[in-house]
C-alpha cells in the first residue's frame, strides 16, 4: 500500500494513509514515521480500529514504551493511559467528581511527563469514543514560536532553567486532587526553558502548565515569564486543532509540541481514549 502523508496546517500536522496499524508494520516504514514524526511534530492516522495490545505493538516500532505509574489513577502502571468520562461500570461520571477534575488538568496546554526528570518522549492516543461536539485536542508547535522569537529574546532565554510539578498544575484546577501516593511519586522537577533536539541541533521551547517558576528568579517575575512564553507559543498560527472521529489514531512527539484537550457536554456524551507513550531519552538539565 502505498503511504501518503500530507500537512495539515503551516508549522504542525500531517495526516498519514496507507498504514494498517492492525498489521505488522516494516522496518522501513517505521524510519519514515519516524522522520514524519520530527518533520510534522503530530501525524494524524485516520480509520484505525485497533486493540490495545495492536496500539502497544505499532508504539513498540518507535521506541521503548513508558510504562504509567502504579500511583497513577488513569493507567495503575500498565502500558495503557484510560482518558475517559467512563467509570467501570459504564457510568458518565459526573463533571464535579473528583476524577473529572484530575483529567481536566487536561484542558491546560502541556508537554506529557514534564513533571517527570525523564519526561516522555512522544504520546499515541487512540480514540474509542468521541463526543458529536467539542472534545478536540489542540496542538501548538514549540519549534516554530522558538523559530518566531525576536533575537533579543532567545539570547536572553540560554541557560534558564524552570521548575515543573504535577502538583502546580492541578492547583490551577482545584487544591487537593492529588492522592497522598501520586504526589509523592511526582515530586518537582527541573528543565532547561530552551531544549536543543539531538537529530538537528534545532531549539525549542519547553514551556506548559507544569512549569510553575524559573529557578534563581523571584515567583513572580519566573512565572510572569513562563506565562508571556505559553501565550506566545499557543498563537493561532502555531496551532493544529483535532477534531475527533471514532479510530483516529494521533501520535506527537513531546518536546516539539504542547497540546490540550478542548472541553465538551462531558456530563452528556462519553469521551474515551487510549493512550500509550514513549520512554523519554535523558535529563533535559546537567
Ligand atoms: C493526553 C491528553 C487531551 C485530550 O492524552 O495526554 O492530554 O484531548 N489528552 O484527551
Ligand atoms: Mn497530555
Known amino acids: 500500500m502505498t503511504i501518503t502523508i500530507r500537512s495539515l496546517q503551516e508549522h504542525i500536522g500531517a495526516k498519514v494513509e496507507g498504514v494498517d496499524i492492525t498489521l505488522p508494520i516494516n522496518t522501513q516504514t517505521f ?7 520530527y518533520k510534522y511534530a503530530v501525524l494524524v492516522f485516520p480509520g484505525q480500529d485497533i486493540t490495545d495490545e495492536q496500539q502497544v505493538a505499532f508504539s513498540r516500532g518507535f521506541g521503548p514504551i513508558q510504562m504509567t505509574m502504579a500511583s497513577d489513577p488513569y493507567g495503575g502502571g500498565g502500558p495503557i493511559n484510560r482518558i475517559s468520562n467512563v467509570d467501570e461500570s459504564g457510568h458518565i461520571i459526573p463533571p464535579d467528581d473528583n476524577r473529572s477534575l484530575y483529567q481536566a488538568g487536561n484542558m491546560l496546554w502541556h508537554s506529557d511527563g ?11 492516543l487512540s480514540a474509542k469514543v468521541v463526543p458529536p461536539i467539542g472534545g478536540e485536542t489542540e496542538y501548538a508547535s514549540l519549534r516554530a514560536a522558538y523559530a518566531a ?16 510539578s504535577m502538583a502546580y498544575s492541578r492547583v ?3 487544591p487537593n486532587l492529588l492522592s ?8 518537582p522537577v527541573n528543565h532547561v526553558l530552551v531544549r536543543r533536539l539531538p537529530e538537528t541541533g534545532e531549539n525549542v521551547l519547553y514551556v506548559g502548565s507544569y512549569a510553575s517558576h524559573v529557578i534563581g528568579w523571584s515567583i513572580e517575575k519566573g512565572r510572569a515569564l513562563l506565562k508571556e512564553l505559553l501565550e506566545w507559543a499557543t498563537q493561532p498560527q502555531f496551532v493544529y486543532q483535532h477534531r475527533w472521529r471514532a479510530h483516529d489514531l494521533v501520535m506527537w512527539d513531546n518536546r516539539l509540541c ?8 462531558n456530563g452528556s456524551y462519553r469521551r474515551i481514549m487510549h493512550r500509550t507513550t514513549l520512554a523519554g531519552d535523558g535529563p533535559t538539565v546537567g
Open 172 to 174: 490551577q484546577i482545584a
Open 114 to 124: 514534564s513533571f517527570k526528570a525523564v519526561p516522555l518522549r512522544a504520546s499515541l
Open 180 to 187: 497522598e501516593a501520586f504526589r509523592k511519586e511526582t515530586s
Open 31 to 37: 524510519t519514515r514515521l519516524r522522520k514524519a514524526l
Open 149 to 164: 522569537l525576536p533575537k533579543e529574546k532567545k539570547v536572553s532565554l540560554e541557560g534558564l532553567v524552570a521548575e515543573h
Open 258 to 265: 504542547l497540546h490540550r484537550g478542548r472541553p465538551w457536554k
